[in-house]
């Protein structure tokens, strides 16, 4: 069982905000990041070190985090928005790597 | 420009063995932290192994013992050598480029992919 945990599916109406939590105890202690993985492609890098954005993201993604909780918050999304989207971070031995079951976001 | 495309995959026999490249281009593999991640058809994804700039290895509890991660840095390539392969093996593997930041040690993201190749394990 993945030791960080999301909720399996989300909807959120075209224009609308939604968030997406990754909950974990290895969270009190390391940074999540999230990827956006569309059907048949390679997971892409949307946030880092909370909330931080690479280069080519869209300023509608923001991470938050509170406690053993992270957070992804799409504000306004669009239909290029809708993806599978999974957390990651340390697990609690710090020497192995662990992602969330994954959120599949539907866009309305 | 950082590009990373993995090799190797195929069918094999429960049992067998395979072995998985990652050429990278575009920065120098042995100063970098690399990893691999998989993931079954219609899974997750599943964090498998870490090879650290100093050379230091790491493995998933599902795959240690079986796997073994490595590089050849004269070629700028990324090794995943997999044996006693099992069905549950089966699965798109991707290599990737892990930051670990030295100011905030519980910084770490992923933040290159390559495009996977997919490793089927049935008789």
Redesign the interface.
């Known amino acids: 069982s ?1 030791e960080l945990t999301q909720d399996p599916a989300v909807s959120v109406a075209l224009g609308q905000t939604v968030r997406i939590t990754c909950q974990g105890d290895s969270l009190r ?3 999540a ?1 999230w ?1 956006q ?1 569309k059907p048949g492609q ?4 949307v946030i ?2 909370t909330n931080k954005r ?1 280069s080519g993201i869209p300023d509608r993604l923001s991470g938050s985090n509170s406690g053993n909780t992270a957070s992804l918050t799409i504000t306004g999304a669009q239909a290029e928005d809708e993806a ?1 989207y ?1 957390c ?3 697990d609690s031995s710090g ?8 959120t599949k976001l539907t866009v309305l | 420009e950082v590009q990373l495309v993995e090799s190797g995959g195929g069918l094999v026999q429960p049992g067998g063995s395979l072995r998985l490249s990652c050429a990278a281009s575009g920065f120098t593999v042995s100063s970098n932290y690399m990893s691999w991640v998989r993931q079954a058809p219609g899974k997750g994804l599943e964090w498998v192994s870490i090879i650290y700039s100093g050379g230091s290895t790491y493995h998933a509890d599902s795959v240690k013992g079986r796997f073994t991660i490595s590089r050849d840095n004269s070629k700028n390539t990324l090794f995943l050598q997999m044996s006693s392969l099992r069905a549950e093996d089966t699965a798109v593997y991707y290599c990737a480029r892990v930051v670990i930041s030295n100011t905030f040690g519980g910084l770490t993201y992923f933040d290159y992919w390559g495009q996977g190749t997919l490793v089927t394990v049935s008789s």
């Open positions: 993945s202690n390391y940074y990041s990827y993985q390679a997971p892409v890098l880092y070190g690479p599978d999974y990651n971070s340390r020497y192995r790597w662990v992602f969330g079951g994954g």
